[in-house]
């Protein structure tokens, strides 16, 4: 019985470390957005400039990875949700590994978890977007003499 208790409460504890990393991701990743809110220009106009903001109070942010500028003037015009920030791979005793991601989509920010197959299926769209784009970029460009 004592051991049956003792492995409920091992599971328990382990549970709750996968709920906190997963809320806390998400929540500093919220803060980011409500940040990044300030510089949507008129129209709803994704910005630029995705350099994480300083925390006040010297709160250590966890690790993101963000959309660089020449990436976001290329996929500023693009119909679908665009991916902008993301933290690095939660890993998840219980649940299913993913990220904490940040996207933009007709004028607004959203932070949601994303596990990382969809996580992937989404960047390698952006991805194959980004090269389309390019391409159609340069066929447009004229060579010059």
């Known amino acids: 019985m004592l051991l049956i208790a003792t492995g409920v409460l091992v599971a328990f504890i382990l549970g709750l470390g996968d709920f906190r990393r997963q809320r806390y991701a998400l929540a500093q990743l919220r803060l980011q957005a409500n940040n990044y809110e300030r510089r949507i220009g008129a129209g709803g106009v994704m910005p630029l400039n995705f350099d994480p903001d300083v925390l006040p109070g010297g709160q250590k942010m966890i690790p993101l990875e963000s959309l660089d500028r020449q990436a976001a003037a290329m996929l500023r015009a693009a119909n679908g949700p665009i991916l902008v920030a993301q933290t ?4 998840q005793v219980f649940g299913r590994e993913g990220r904490a991601v940040m996207t933009f989509h007709k004028g607004k920010f959203a932070v949601e978890w994303m596990t990382l197959p969809s996580f ?14 390019a391409a159609e970029k340069a ?4 060579a010059s003499p």
């Open 139 to 142: 066929a447009d460009t004229p």
């Open 120 to 133: 992937e299926a989404l960047l390698n769209a952006q991805k194959e977007l980004m090269a389309r784009l």
């Open 88 to 91: 690095v791979p939660i890993l």
